[in-house]
C-alpha cells in the first residue's frame, strides 16, 4: 500500500490535547494541529503555538478552540469550524470527520465558525485544496479520543471493561447487561479522565462510518437561503459608520489633490480625510481618501465630489498592448533562465524526423467574487477588532500589525462567511484598508465595502502569460523532445505572485528530453492566486500543445498520453512543503482516471455532426482528473453539450454531496474561463472592464451536462477546490479542433481569431 505521505498532520499527547471541564456539567475538547505542517504556505502565515488550557467558565462561555467539542449535560455536541467558508463546504466536512469518529447523529450537532486565532486552532486557511489532506488524520483523532474518554467514564460507572462497551448515537452501550447512557450524563465524569494517547487512539475502521462518505446539505445552506445576515458584507454593529474609499485607477499612482470640503458636505457624510499609503496593495494601504457616512450609498456617492487627481508616474504608461509587444520580441530573444533541463534536448531536437512547433497566450484574470471586496472594523483602547471575509486571517493579522503598528495581541479577527473568495481573499488589502480608517476614529465601528467598478479593477490577477512550444517526433512519431519558452511578469528578477511555472509540467516527467526555459518583463499590475494557481493556464497551453504532437503523429491524444505514462510507478516528490513531505506523480493513478474518462465518455464512437469530442489529463493539487468534453459548433458559436470527468483524490470522498459540487463548480468556472468572454485588458495604466457586463461570467444557459465519477484509490485522501479546473480549457479547446480544424492558441477562445 502506498504510503500516506500527504497525511502527516497527527496530533500527539504533549500539549496538544486538552479537556476541560464546562461550567453546569460536561466536557470541552481542545487540539491544536501542529503549525509546522504550513512550512511553504503564502506569505504571512505563522507558525502555531500550543494554546493554554481554559478554565471550565473561559470555556463554557467562549468555546472556540481547535477541532474543540463540547458536550452539554443534555447531549447536544457543539463543533468548531476552524476554517474560513468560502462555498467549498469545509464548514461542513471538517465537522463530519469529528462527529463520526465521536459517534454522534449528525442532527445532535451544532457547528460553530471560529474566530482567527492560530495560537487556538493552528493554522486557518482556505486555498490550495489543503484542508482535506491538512486535517483528515488530526479530525478523525479529536473524535476518536473523545469517544475513548467517554467508554472510560462509562467502564468506571458500571465497573466492567472498556472493550465490553460500544458506542452509537451519542450512547454508550453495555449489551451484556443492557444498560445504555447518554454522553451528556457522562461528559463531566469523563472530563476528569487523563487523555490519551493519540497516536495509539483506535479510529474507525472505515466501514463502520456513518457520516463520513455520506451526503451532507451545507450546515449553512438553510441560512443562507433564509437570507440571514452572515457574511462580511451583512454586518452590522451599533453606531457604525460606513466607508467608501476613493483610490487612483492606475496602480501605484500618487494622489495629488482632492476637494476634501466638497465631500465633507454631502448629505449623510460624516467625516473626510486623506489616507497615506503605499506603492504595493499587497504590502498595505494604497494612498487615496476616505469617506464615512451615515449608509454605504451616501459614502460612494460623495466620491465624485473629491474630483481627486493623481500623479500617475510611468504606471500610466502601461497597457495590454505594450506587454504583448514586450512578449513576442523576448520570445524570439535567447530565453533568460532555464527552469528544468533533462537530457539532450537541442540534440533530439536537430535529429527529430519531425517538428511541431506553436505559440499560446492567455490573458489577466479577475477574481470577480460576487460578493464584493469589504472589512467592518473597530479600533477601541489600542485594541483593534474584525469582521472578515478573509481567506487567510493569520497573513492579514500580520499586515494590519506591520502596517498600522498594533501589537498582533491586540488584533481579533471574527470569521464571517465569504461570497466567494477563489484566491482573492488569500491577500488582505481590503482588511488593512478598513484598520486604517477605523484607526481614524475610535470607538466608532467603520464597515468598507468596495463597490463593483473598485473591485473589478483593484484585484490581484491571475497574469497573463506567453508559450512557445516545439516537439520532435522520430521516425516512428514517437515524442522524443519537447521544449517551452514561457514568457512572463517579473518582479525584482522572481516571478510575480502566480507567475510561476514548476520543473513537473506534463510531459517532463515521463520524458527525458525536456528543456523549460523563461523570460520576464516588468508590469505594475498586482498579481495573485486563482483557483488552480498556474495549473489553470498551464494546463490548457501544455495539454492543447500536447494534442497537436498527437496529431502530428497521427494519434489521439489519450493515446499519446497513456504511451508517456508507460508502467504504473511513484516519482519522485518533493521533501517538504504544505502538509509535509509531497507525493510524486504517480504514474498508475494518471493512467487509471485517463482510461475510465474513455469508457465513461464511449471515446472511440463519433458524436453528431457539428459535434465532436476533446481530451484532456492533468495533475495539480494532489488530484488526477481526465476529461472529455463535447462541444457543439453553430458558425463562430462553441457551446459545451456533455462533460465527463474522472477524478482520483484518494480512498475517501468524506462529504459526496460537497465533492460533486465542488468538481461541477469547477466545470462550470473552467468553461466560463475559455468561453465566455473572460479577460483584463489594460489601456494607459488603466483596467478597462468595470462590471460583469464587460466581464461575463458563465451563466446558466451555458452548463452542459456534467457526469462526474470518483475512481477510489488507496491513497490518502486529497483536496477538491482545484483540480477539476485546469484539464476543461485543453479539452474544449481540442475539441473544438476535432470539430473545426481550427487550432486556438489564444485566451479566451474565439473561432474567428483560428
Avoid at 445532535?108 to 486552532?121: L, M
Wanted: aromatic share 8%.
Amino acid at each position: 500500500m502506498q504510503p500516506d505521505r500527504i497525511d502527516t498532520a497527527t496530533l500527539n499527547r504533549r500539549g496538544l490535547f486538552r479537556i476541560a471541564l464546562l461550567a453546569g456539567g460536561g466536557m470541552a475538547l481542545e487540539a491544536t494541529i501542529p503549525g509546522t505542517l504550513l512550512a511553504q504556505a503564502p506569505t504571512g502565515t505563522g507558525a502555531a503555538g500550543a494554546a493554554p488550557l481554559k478554565s471550565a467558565a473561559t470555556a463554557a462561555a467562549a468555546p472556540s478552540l481547535n477541532a474543540y467539542v463540547t458536550i452539554q449535560p443534555d447531549g447536544k455536541v457543539t463543533i468548531i469550524g476552524k476554517n474560513p467558508e468560502i462555498g467549498q463546504g469545509i464548514k461542513t466536512m471538517l465537522p463530519m470527520i469529528i462527529a463520526d469518529e465521536l459517534d454522534v447523529d449528525w442532527e445532535q450537532v451544532t457547528v460553530v465558525q471560529a474566530d482567527a486565532d492560530a495560537g487556538k486552532y493552528g493554522v486557518q486557511f482556505a486555498g490550495g485544496s489543503f484542508a482535506t489532506p491538512m486535517n483528515w488524520t488530526p479530525m478523525r483523532q479529536v473524535g476518536a479520543a473523545a469517544r475513548a474518554m467517554l467508554l472510560a467514564a462509562a467502564a468506571a460507572r458500571w465497573n466492567v471493561p472498556v472493550d465490553s462497551l460500544t458506542t452509537r448515537s451519542g450512547r454508550v452501550m453495555h449489551a451484556a447487561t443492557s444498560r445504555s447512557i447518554g454522553y451528556g450524563e457522562l461528559a463531566t465524569a469523563a472530563a476528569s479522565i487523563a487523555p490519551p494517547d493519540l497516536a495509539a487512539v483506535k479510529m474507525k475502521d472505515p466501514a463502520d462510518y456513518r457520516i463520513i462518505g455520506k451526503p451532507h446539505g451545507g450546515v449553512d445552506s438553510p441560512r443562507i437561503v433564509r437570507g440571514e445576515p452572515i457574511f462580511g458584507i451583512d454586518t452590522r454593529l451599533p453606531g457604525m459608520l460606513y466607508a467608501a474609499f476613493e483610490r487612483a485607477p492606475v496602480f501605484n499612482a500618487k494622489l495629488k489633490a482632492a476637494n476634501i470640503e466638497a465631500a465633507r458636505k454631502k448629505p449623510g457624510v460624516k467625516h473626510v480625510f486623506p489616507v497615506t499609503g503605499l506603492s504595493n496593495p499587497a504590502e498595505g494601504v494604497v494612498e487615496g481618501v476616505a469617506i464615512l457616512a451615515t449608509n454605504w450609498w451616501l459614502a460612494n456617492q460623495a466620491r465624485e465630489a473629491l474630483a481627486a487627481t493623481w500623479d500617475e508616474g510611468e504606471g500610466g504608461k502601461q497597457s495590454s498592448a505594450s506587454y504583448a509587444a514586450q512578449a513576442a520580441s523576448l520570445l524570439d530573444g535567447t530565453p533568460q533562465t532555464e527552469i528544468h533541463r533533462g537530457g539532450d534536448v537541442e540534440g533530439a531536437l536537430g535529429k527529430a524526423a519531425k517538428k511541431v512547433s506553436a505559440t499560446y497566450q492567455y490573458p489577466f484574470l479577475a477574481h470577480a467574487a460576487l460578493e464584493p471586496q469589504n472589512c467592518t472594523a473597530l479600533f477601541k483602547d489600542g485594541k483593534l477588532e474584525f469582521w472578515a471575509p478573509t481567506q487567510m486571517p493569520s497573513a492579514g493579522r500580520d499586515l494590519v500589525a506591520k502596517t498600522l503598528g498594533i501589537a498582533e495581541g491586540d488584533i481579533i479577527i471574527h470569521l464571517t462567511r465569504i461570497g466567494g473568495g477563489f484566491g482573492r481573499r488569500l491577500l488582505n488589502d481590503y482588511m488593512v484598508q478598513a484598520g486604517a480608517i477605523a484607526k481614524m476614529v475610535p470607538g466608532t465601528p467603520v464597515k468598507l465595502v468596495w463597490d463593483r467598478a473598485q473591485d473589478m479593477q483593484h484585484d490581484f490577477y491571475r497574469p497573463a502569460g506567453w508559450h512557445r512550444f516545439e516537439a520532435g517526433l522520430d521516425q516512428k512519431n514517437k515524442l522524443i523532445a519537447f521544449s517551452d519558452h514561457f514568457v512572463t511578469f517579473l518582479n525584482e528578477g522572481k516571478p510575480v505572485r502566480a507567475g510561476e511555472m514548476g520543473e513537473a509540467q506534463f510531459p517532463s516527467m515521463v520524458l527525458p528530453a525536456t528543456l523549460y526555459r523563461q523570460s520576464g518583463m516588468a508590469t505594475n499590475m498586482p498579481t495573485g492566486w486563482l483557483r488552480a494557481p498556474s495549473s489553470n493556464a498551464l494546463a490548457w497551453v501544455f495539454q492543447s500543445f500536447m494534442d497537436e504532437i498527437a496529431h502530428a503523429a497521427g494519434k489521439d491524444l489519450p493515446a499519446l498520453t497513456l504511451e508517456l505514462l508507460g508502467e504504473a510507478r511513484q516519482l519522485e516528490g518533493s521533501k517538504s512543503g504544505i502538509g509535509g513531505p509531497m507525493p510524486g506523480f504517480h504514474t498508475g493513478r494518471a493512467r487509471g482516471v485517463v482510461e475510465k474518462v474513455l469508457v465513461n465518455a464511449d471515446w472511440k464512437t463519433k458524436p453528431a455532426a457539428g459535434r465532436a469530442k476533446g481530451f484532456a489529463f492533468y495533475f495539480s493539487h494532489l488530484g488526477y482528473f481526465a476529461q472529455v468534453i463535447e462541444v457543439a459548433v453553430t458558425g463562430e458559436e462553441v457551446s459545451v453539450a456533455k462533460v465527463w470527468s474522472v477524478g482520483d483524490v484518494g480512498r475517501q470522498i468524506i462529504n459526496p454531496l460537497g465533492a460533486d459540487n465542488q468538481v461541477k463548480g469547477a466545470i462550470i468556472e473552467g468553461i466560463g474561463h475559455a468561453l465566455s468572454g473572460l479577460e483584463i485588458t489594460l489601456a494607459q495604466g488603466r483596467v478597462e472592464q468595470e462590471n460583469f457586463d464587460a466581464y461575463t461570467l458563465p451563466r446558466i444557459g451555458m452548463t452542459p451536462v456534467i457526469e462526474h465519477e470518483f475512481l477510489i484509490t488507496d491513497y490518502a485522501p486529497t483536496g477538491l477546490g482545484e483540480p477539476a479546473l485546469p484539464p476543461v480549457l485543453p479539452a474544449i479547446t481540442n475539441a473544438v479542433f476535432a470539430a473545426t480544424g481550427k487550432r486556438l492558441r489564444k485566451l479566451p477562445l474565439r473561432l474567428s481569431e483560428a
